[in-house]
T-cell receptor
């Protein structure tokens, strides 16, 4: 069975510091991996995805994520956090070749960036 | 470019009343469509998905139903709302390619009183 874990309910970072939001996954076979961001009372916005190729994926708003197959992780990172990055972040996974409808989302991590 | 719409944006309904939420997608054909519910601003619960007109798969048995009367229209309904139906309802679309990713609408905040 596929699963995604976001081990931290909340991450607190000072503005200007680097941030990391963690995600680990479990699938049979190769994964498609995604990160989404949600601002209050808004829909989820796509940030970035890993399909194949380079393990370091760059996305919107200066975010990037590194795919680590041996650790089954896909952590979201940003070198310098902004207060405006404060939001809820979701990691999602689908097995390569998996049937439609089974994009599995993590429970979300609330990122709080303080000035 | 593709656009996804949901309405209404907010809705307050009494227990026992009917529900109809609508989602439409522009700029693409034959999308896969999804309804999710989000409680308390956290995890997503997949409710229904559809790979074509009239084709609906239900993920969780509940008080809700879904229909897809047109290629780019997805409707979430209930005959009688329960208090537990309150939440933030999100519609999403994707192409038939598994690695494309899902794209979400702005959501509908439903409060059942």
């Amino acid at each position: 069975a596929q699963s995604v874990a976001q081990p931290e309910d909340q991450v607190n970072v000072a503005e200007g510091n680097p941030l990391t939001v963690k995600c680990t996954y479990s699938v049979s076979g190769n994964p498609y991996l995604f990160w989404y961001v949600q601002y209050p009372n808004r829909g989820l916005q796509f940030l970035l995805k890993y399909i194949t190729g380079d393990n370091l994926v760059k996305g919107s708003y200066g975010f990037e994520a590194e795919f680590n197959k041996s650790q089954t992780s896909f952590h979201l990172k940003k070198p310098s956090a902004l207060v405006s990055d404060s939001a809820l972040y979701f990691c999602a996974v689908r097995a390569y070749g998996g049937s439609q409808g089974n994009l599995i989302f993590g429970k979300g991590t609330k990122l709080s960036v303080k000035p | 470019s593709q656009t996804i719409h949901q309405w209404p944006a907010t809705l307050v309904q009494p227990v026992g009343s009917p529900l109809s939420l609508e989602c439409t997608v522009e700029g693409t054909s034959n999308p896969n469509l999804y309804w999710y519910r989000q409680a308390a601003g956290r995890g997503l619960q997949l409710l229904f998905y559809s790979v074509g007109i009239g084709q609906i798969s239900s993920e969780v048995p509940q008080n809700l139903s879904a229909s897809r009367p047109q290629d780019r229209q997805f409707i979430l309904s209930s005959k009688k709302l329960l208090l537990s139906d309150s939440g933030f309802y999100l519609c999403a679309w994707e192409t038939g390619t598994a690695g494309y990713g899902q794209y979400f609408g702005p959501g509908t905040r439903l409060t059942v009183t």
